[in-house]
């Protein structure tokens, strides 16, 4: 469908492009409507949904919006970042722990699926999980109940299971990362996100609807963008998906320069200047001149010792590296883990001690 067949003038479109951002998947492409559709079916189902897709295509509103729509709505939505809980934590969290399960198990804890119970527990990141948690959850997967750590009373939950990958999962299988057993349970009933290369007439849609949004988040006057910008934004590879393409928009509304409307990455990991600074998990290796990485210690803070002000400039560094590369790999946790050269988990980890989040780049 070319820019022509699709005016966004029309009361319908206006209306979609004025919605909320980051509550539904906007765009008129056959591919988007087809997901929306399957979602709102699915969404009336107790079935265990398993969403697929690059990074930035939506698949955690797709996630949402299984929960919104369903009869569940107004009971808990968990969501669980898989790889950001450290591997042995993850099945206590999950599952939940009885007094004296382990060394400081003081008191009994649930896990996150009897908070869930009677609504949805999303599972982000599915494949980052271990093998002894995958056969714990193919348990919950097959509806048996399960028991905490250290329990002896098996708890059987109400929860509605929605998983998320954006790895192939085949490979994961073969590179046994995945149970092959919890891979054909997942698989049964798949939501697929289309790329954004794929459907490039939403383009101009969802430009207008960040458009419009950021405009009215920054106290901006909402100015359409030119017709001739929307075409050629068409023709771009988007290899960041929507999260590109809001990034892009944004930048437009602050700077009301429609050249950046056309400055996306070619390859979302060309990481030319990140390349150079190493990861620092010891002591501060790289600085900017302006922000020179130790903070001067002040008459008045003369207590702070060598020690903690390594540390602080270690974190410093480390929040300042991991946000550049975050930026540069257009929030791929996977390629900037690579980049850095440390592992996924341990990136993720630090995302969340460091508080990064993701709205940062949006
Ligand atoms: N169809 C869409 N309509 C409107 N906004 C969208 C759409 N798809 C994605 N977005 C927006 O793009 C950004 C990225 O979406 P989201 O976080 O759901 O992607 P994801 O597939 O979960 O990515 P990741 O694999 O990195 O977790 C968010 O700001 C989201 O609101
Ligand atoms: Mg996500």
Redesign the pocket.
């Known amino acids: 469908m070319s820019l022509s067949q699709l005016p966004l003038t029309s009361p319908s479109l206006q209306s979609m492009i004025k919605l909320p951002?980051?509550e539904?998947?906007?765009?008129q492409s056959p591919l988007?409507r087809e997901v929306n559709e399957t979602i709102r079916r699915l969404a009336l189902s107790n079935l265990t949904v398993l969403v697929t897709?690059?990074?930035?295509?939506?698949?955690?509103?797709?996630a949402h919006l299984l929960h919104r729509l369903s009869p569940r709505y107004g009971k808990p939505f968990i969501k669980v970042n898989c790889p950001a809980i450290p591997e042995g934590i993850l099945e206590s969290e999950l599952f939940g722990y009885e007094r004296g399960a382990f060394t400081g198990a003081r008191t009994s804890k649930p896990g996150r699926f009897e908070l869930a119970n009677h609504g949805t527990i999303f599972l982000?990141e599915i494949a980052e999980t271990s093998y002894t948690v995958q056969g714990k959850l193919l348990q919950v997967l097959e509806g048996e109940a399960f028991m905490r750590i250290g329990g002896v009373t098996p708890v059987k939950t109400d929860v509605r299971i929605v998983a998320?990958t954006?790895v192939n999962l085949e490979d994961a299988v073969k590179q046994k990362r995945l149970r092959e057993d919890i891979y054909f349970r997942l698989s049964e009933v798949i939501v697929r996100?289309p790329s954004l290369r794929d459907r490039t007439e939403?383009v101009p849609l969802?430009a207008e609807?960040f458009n419009f949004n950021f405009s009215k988040k920054l106290g901006r006057e909402y100015e359409p963008i030119p017709a001739e910008s929307l075409a050629r934004m068409q023709e771009l590879p988007w290899n960041g998906?929507?999260?590109e393409l809001?990034g892009v928009i944004k930048k437009f509304v602050t700077t009301r320069n429609a050249a950046v409307l056309l400055e996306v990455q070619e390859q979302p990991n060309r990481l030319t200047a990140v390349h150079s600074q190493p990861a620092s998990t010891s002591a501060p290796r790289s600085a900017t001149p302006a922000n020179p990485p130790v903070p001067p210690v002040s008459n008045a803070r003369k207590s702070v010792s060598l020690k903690e002000a390594t540390r602080l400039a270690v974190e410093k560094t480390e929040r300042e590296l991991i946000t550049q590369t975050l930026k540069a790999t257009l929030?791929?946790?996977r390629k900037a883990a690579k980049l850095l050269d440390i592992s996924y988990s341990s990136l993720l980890r630090r995302i969340d001690a460091y508080g990064i989040g993701?709205a940062d780049f949006?």
């Open positions: 951002m980051h539904n998947l906007i765009g988007i897709g690059e990074s930035g295509t939506g698949k955690d509103i797709a982000d998320a954006n996100m939403d969802l609807h998906n929507v999260r809001a929030w791929n946790r993701k949006e």
